[in-house]
């Protein structure tokens, strides 16, 4: 699993490829606590290269969610296949989050 990111004039974006599994998840949750220690930004997580989210990797995108709400920011997802979208959709995540189709799509959501 590798957290990768891009720094846009309107956000953040970080690339997740791998799977959020429990075993993954702490490590994800300080790469991103490292990437975004110096932004208060909009954020987009771009996970394309996803095939599963476990609980813990949507108590972090959660968490992640709250501290920017806090910070007058807002954290977006995009690129999400049939199956995270199926987790985000039970968690009740996709309520709470706007889920874009596509990078470009998100970015133009600000």
């Not at 429990?22 to 490590?27: G, H, L, R």
């Not at 806090?70 to 989050?97: H, P, Q, R, W, Y």
């Amino acid at each position: 699993m590798e957290i990768t990111s891009k720094v846009t004039e309107k956000a953040v974006v970080l690339y997740v490829d791998g799977d959020l599994t429990t075993a993954y998840s702490p490590e994800a949750g300080a790469e991103i606590d490292e990437i975004l220690s110096e932004s208060t930004s909009n954020v987009i997580i771009n996970v394309e290269k996803v095939n599963y989210i476990a609980s813990t990797g949507l108590r972090i995108i959660l968490e992640l969610g709250k501290r920017l709400e806090d910070e007058d920011a807002e954290l977006v997802v995009c690129s999400m296949n049939s199956i995270t979208k199926s987790v985000f959709d039970m968690a009740g995540l996709s309520k709470i989050f706007r889920i874009f189709d596509n990078e470009e799509d998100a970015l133009n959501g600000f």
